[in-house]
């Protein structure tokens, strides 16, 4: 189970719809979306491999060589079946950091249910903070702009109204946590103290990224947020 996004604003007031948002300069950008979606195992395989190469030209020579003619040659797609696909290389590049998301989500899903017998509380959420940190320096290391630009529409996703239940990776490695150190965690309401926990590393790691993206990599952060994250949950 998950938490419904909010409704309304700090204030109170009724957070305005998507129409609303674009009349104000506030569109929601797009972000980790193909041109269109491939419909045939051909189609799915290009993207795919369009994908991979994108990544291994990113990672190894950095931001800048990820251009269409370089993607074209470095993969043998001809650059037309790479633009049916991708209208530029920021979309590619979006989608390629969406993904790295998903992968880190699940990472930190498996070794948060892997933690050893004798892990303590502290453990656990030093090894979710690590990760939502080290992603976050990770995407600001490969590309800063579109590292800054995912952070913007994260943050603008979570105030949109939605009809689903959405569900961020980190907060279902959260309630993990809360299920298996239920007995250690000293509050008065879960409920409450699960939502600030997701809320305050959420906002606090993007906060980072979008103001001293330095203090990503620096291991003193991880120790003093994972301390604070503590500190919430065993007081009474």
């Known amino acids: 189970m998950g938490y419904i996004p909010r409704t309304l604003t700090p204030s ?18 797009h972000f980790g979306q193909l041109r269109k979606r491939p419909s045939q195992a051909r189609s799915e395989a290009l993207v795919a491999a369009l994908k991979e190469a ?6 190894q020579e950095g931001r800048p060589a990820l251009t269409l003619l370089r993607l074209s040659e470095f993969s043998g ?4 079946s790479i633009y049916e696909y991708f209208p530029s290389m920021d979309s590619l590049v979006d989608l390629l950091f969406a993904d790295y998301c998903e992968d880190v989500g699940r990472r930190m899903h498996a070794d ?11 453990d656990g959420i030093y090894l979710i903070t690590r ?8 995407l600001h290391l490969l590309d ?80 003093e947020v994972t301390r604070m994250l503590h500190s919430l949950l065993i007081r009474s």
């Open 54 to 59: 994108g990544r291994r030209l990113l990672e």
């Open 144 to 223: 800063p702009e579109t590292n800054n630009r995912q952070v913007r529409y994260y943050e603008q996703l979570r105030l949109l109204p939605k009809d689903d239940i959405y569900l961020p990776p980190l907060d279902g490695s959260a309630r993990v946590l809360f299920d298996r150190f239920s007995g250690h965690i000293q509050v008065s309401d879960p409920d409450k103290s699960l939502y600030l926990f997701c809320r305050t590393l959420h906002l606090l790691v993007r906060s980072i990224a979008m103001e001293r993206p330095h203090y990503l990599g620096d291991e003193s952060t991880l120790v």
């Open 77 to 80: 797609v001809a650059a037309s």
């Open 112 to 122: 948060m249910l892997e933690l050893p017998a004798d892990a303590s509380l502290f």
């Open 12 to 29: 109170g007031d009724p957070i305005p719809q998507v129409a609303q948002l674009a009349e104000s300069s506030q569109a929601l950008e």
């Open 131 to 138: 990760h939502s940190l080290a992603m976050r320096n990770r």
